[in-house]
């Protein structure tokens, strides 16, 4: 028997707030071993404050686990146990047969927010290191990858420049594309505090086609139509101008590109901009002069700017405004997206995207890829100079017939992609489909012929960065189920059976895990990142520490904030203005389809449901999928209050439970994306969904498809 279990602290593994957790070990009579988790008082990030789901995470750990490798030759055969020596052989096997055979264009791994940060960097170490292979994409795609992409673009490099006090210190908050209230909820709460306490001392615009739970506590609401966010950036821009609220120092001394902007805002009227988006030209007036007013305006954002087709344009276009007023880089002001999960920000950081590189570095450039090179002790030019696919490319790329091997590590693709059915039509194409994967039963498992049981969060040791740059020691404190192993053991243990020895010759526990952060840290030397001063010593003796951290900071000593000295991330120094024509959505309404689904979260449920599935009290709160519809729109297709109808769009048919709202705005429909086909009660939002992605981030547009409705009987 092993020493008795002790209390630990983490960051919640769910969304990019990055609470704090306490958790303590379950009594040795508790019929059921249930981590007891609350929010951690020592936290900087959420200083004590914890979600329904993060209180509730101790219940998704032990039950329904994978404990052992299964594999099968064929997807009609069931999976069987295999050891792991035969697993990890069939892996290598794959890997090399598809090599001799395809080259590394062949392989693909698909990995996931919810990897530490020493995963990520090591599956890009033997990826886009080793094997010669960019590809590898996360399903950071789906969710942030316009954010990083409008960073870079206007700001020289990703990062979010903001820090959650921010909060507390703006006149003026801006919150697009995000119900906070739900999908971020510990920041809501500081805000609805900070609101509480000094009334009238910040004004809160919120713009979202629904009126969410965030949209409903705000003092002014624009409900615009779905895909015309940059067209109200441009009309708010507008009047900023015309208000002369243009920081015309700021502007003249740290930015590009403003005349180019300027002539594009001057097209675009209020009521011009009013008439696109479908809001009050009142409306739109009094945002403008709540933002030229403003001394502090912070604005916010999450999935509803970023799951676009112009997501990079939207974040392009939101910075612009801060530029235009001088609104960055200093406390309580700036552009602040707002990440979906628990350690995006550490995948971007480690280079965990098709196009990046470890250290906020591009596939792209010479230089990058030789420090890497250098780094990793590989051959000039050992990197392939090609960005890798994002995950639709590999899945269009299995489409047709060219990859030979696809590795999905801690994520559920069959129900997170959009147009579900094209999904698993190509994924059945794929010769060998593997899963690394805490849970049992998952809709992507469906599909794979090797199931490799991964150790989760609270079962392994690393770091996660969250919204605000904050980075947080996970360890491991309880003990894997079976024989579940780290991502990051896997991927050392295939690393050197591929004979990649010394570069791969990391013990298997908390040692193991530090030393591979020590490495990645290493290369952020001298990067907007740099992490240099951090260790898991250090973060486990101090607590959780924002970056920058070069060597030599102090516990406590990193940066709140990015950009103070308005110096930004580009060659020259100035940030830039994008002059970028609003194109609105990509799959308007039409007679045939004629409104708007756009799909979201609730606030208990975490994704694809995989752990918040497995809670009792969740599942009683969101017991199924609804259907919000206005009730204009409902007498039109003929529903009733708790009927069921059928939604079709150009790619499938689905039905969902009715919920009449004038919540939502006439034309809009809106249904969670958590429900998959392994669910009692499967509702498939994103079968409904259309491929269409953002040229520049290759994020997919996942907010927005045009459907019909039509009653029902289930
Ligand atoms: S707000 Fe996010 S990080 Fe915080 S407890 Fe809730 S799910 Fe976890």
Redesign the pocket.
């Known amino acids: 028997m092993g020493p008795a279990p002790t209390a630990a602290r983490a960051q ?1 593994p ?2 990019g ?3 704090g957790l306490e958790l303590r070990p379950p009594a040795a009579s508790a019929a059921e071993p249930v981590w007891v988790a609350r929010g951690d008082r020592h936290h900087p990030s ?1 200083l004590g404050q ?2 329904v ?2 209180a509730t995470v101790g219940a998704t750990l032990h039950g329904g686990r994978l404990t052992t490798p299964l594999w099968r030759a064929d997807r009609r055969e069931p999976l069987r146990p295999v050891s792991w020596d035969e697993a990890m052989e069939r892996l290598v096997d794959g890997i090399r047969s598809t090599l001799a055979s395809r080259g590394s264009d062949g392989l693909a791994m698909y990995g996931s927010g919810q990897f530490l940060s020493e995963d990520y960097y090591l599956a890009q170490k033997l990826f886009k290191g080793f094997l010669g292979c960019n590809h590898f994409d996360a399903n950071s795609r789906l969710c942030m990858s316009a954010a990083v992409s409008g960073y870079s673009h206007s700001l020289g490099a990703d990062g979010p420049p903001c820090c959650y006090d921010d909060l507390d210190l703006a006149d003026v908050v801006v919150l697009i594309g995000t119900n906070t209230a739900e999908c ?4 809501w709460q500081r805000l609805l505090k900070r609101r509480r306490r000094d009334p009238g001392a910040c004004r809160l615009i919120v713009i979202d086609p629904r009126r969410t739970a965030t949209a409903a506590a705000a003092d002014l609401h624009l409900a615009l139509q779905p895909g015309t966010d940059l067209a109200l950036l441009l009309g708010l821009g507008h009047q900023l101008l015309r208000h002369g609220a243009v920081d015309r120092a700021f502007v003249a001394a740290h930015t590009h590109g403003a005349e180019a902007w300027t002539a594009l805002a001057e097209e675009w009227s209020v009521a011009r901009s009013a008439a696109v988006c479908g809001v009050a030209e009142a409306d739109l007036l009094a945002a403008a002069a709540a933002w030229a007013q403003g001394q502090r305006v912070l604005s916010a954002w999450s999935m509803g700017v970023n799951q676009s087709s112009e997501g990079s344009a939207t974040v392009s276009g939101i910075i612009n405004l801060h530029l235009l007023t001088g609104q960055i880089g200093r406390p309580g002001a700036g552009p602040f997206s707002l990440t979906g999960q ?1 350690n995006a920000m550490g995948g971007r950081e480690a280079g965990g995207l098709a196009q990046l590189l470890p250290g906020y570095r591009a596939i792209a450039e010479p230089q990058h890829r030789a420090e890497l090179e250098a780094h990793w002790g590989l051959a000039p030019g050992a990197i392939d100079p090609k960005p890798g696919r994002s995950v639709w490319e590999q899945v269009l790329a299995m489409e047709r017939g060219e990859l030979g091997l696809w590795w999905v590590a801690a994520t559920n693709p069959l129900v997170s992609l959009p147009w579900l059915d094209r999904v698993r039509q190509a994924v059945e194409r794929c010769p060998l489909v593997v899963l690394s994967e805490a849970y049992a039963g998952t809709e992507t498992e469906a599909v794979a012929h090797l199931v490799l049981p991964a150790a989760q969060w609270s079962e392994k040791t690393g770091v996660m960065t969250n919204s605000e740059r904050r980075v947080t020691l996970c360890p491991a404190f309880r003990t894997p189920p079976g024989e579940a192993r780290a991502d990051w053991a896997i991927l050392a243990d295939l690393g050197r059976r591929l004979g990649f020895t010394d570069a791969f010759a990391y013990s298997e526990g908390p040692a193991g895990a530090a030393a591979i952060h020590a490495e990645f840290v290493a290369i952020t030397a001298g990067r907007p990142c740099d992490m240099t001063g951090l260790s898991h010593g250090l973060l486990a003796a101090h607590g959780p520490q924002q970056w920058p951290f070069p060597a030599g900071t102090a516990p406590g000593g990193g940066s709140a904030r990015l950009y103070t000295d308005h110096r930004f991330a580009t060659p020259d120094g100035r940030a830039r203005f994008w002059a970028d024509a609003p194109g609105g959505a990509a799959e308007p309404p039409c007679d045939d389809y004629p409104l708007v689904l756009t799909v979201g979260r609730y606030l208990g449920h975490w994704h694809t449901m995989t752990r918040t599935g497995r809670v009792e009290r969740l599942r009683h709160e969101h017991p199924e999928a609804l259907l919000e519809v206005h009730p204009g729109d409902a007498i039109a297709a003929g529903l009733c209050d708790g009927g069921w109808a059928q939604v079709c769009s150009r790619r499938a048919t689905i039905t969902a439970r009715v919920l009449i709202t004038d919540g939502i705005r006439p034309g809009t429909v809106f249904l969670p994306m958590h429900w998959g086909a392994s669910q009692p009660n499967p509702c498939e939002a994103n079968r409904l969904m259309h491929d269409l992605c953002c040229p520049r981030s290759r994020q997919p547009e996942l907010k927005g498809a045009a459907v019909r409705l039509a009653p029902t009987l289930r």
């Open positions: 919640c769910y969304c707030v990055g609470c959420s914890v979600c789901k993060g971020h909820p510990v920041l628990p």
